[in-house]
């Protein structure tokens, strides 16, 4: 049996018990065994639950007449018309806060648009964020660390970084270091020609980025660089103090793209160098003014 995730996923011919009952022209399941599908959601408590599905177009007409179901839609308060699309809908319709009853096409635009005004608010927070970046530490440096990741082993294994790049340009976008520190074994085929040993990459990253505010896309390079060139100034833990930020999540909400379907913010791809972060920081910032 089918298991759909969330309601959205579910055809509209598949409807539960009560929504059959609710219809214009009312329908039973033929059998309460007949299930269609399950859907897994969230009740009013917002706890987990599984909902019984079933087919609309195969279960039975109750046994109400044309002059019942007539007497009872001329008593009835329930809308069945969409107030924005005219639409002539066969289930009843919830109301949005105008107190407008809609289809479900124009519940998910009205749902949609309030989502995008939500999202251009919090739009000019994150340009304000970064702009205040810019300004209150001009000595900052903006450090991208990148792992050498080997390909699995033949048992499948994951096998750890093999190296990691550190590179960073300060706010002129002019490089201040860019060194590759090995982390694997002397033999380590996959260790990059250009990678040198933690004894001669640590002092040159300490030297470059120790005395400067840091920004880096997410904290995973943090980490990365705690690992590689260990030092106990390095940030740990939150994504903003007085010394460290990271970009990513402030450049979502810079950049307000939703996910039509969730109506949440779509995932942010990373510039992809320190320079190219930095010009599109320079970018958000200048959206503050």
Known sequence: MKTYYGWQQVPPHLLTVTQLGELEFPRVPPRRIDIAARVETYDYRDRKTTVAVYDANTAAPTKASA??????????????????????????????EQDRPLCSACWQVAKLREAQRS?????????????????DWPDL?????????????????ARPAAAVRVWAVDAGGARLVDVTVRLGGPHNEFVPAEAVARAEAVPLVHAALLARPLLVWSSDELGRLRTACPHEQWPSGKDVSDRHATVRDVSARWRGELDWRSRGLLAVIAPGTPDRLMLHLRRVAAAAS
């Open 67 to 96: 002059a019942v179901l007539q007497a009872a839609a001329s008593r009835s308060t329930r809308a069945r018309t969409c107030g924005d699309c005219g639409a002539r809908c066969q289930r009843p319709l919830p109301h949005d």
């Open 119 to 135: 999202a251009a608010k919090k739009r000019a927070d994150a340009a304000a964020t970064v702009a205040a970046w810019l300004t």
């Open 141 to 157: 440096a903006v450090v991208q660390v990148d792992p050498t990741i080997p390909p699995p082993a033949p048992s499948g294994r």
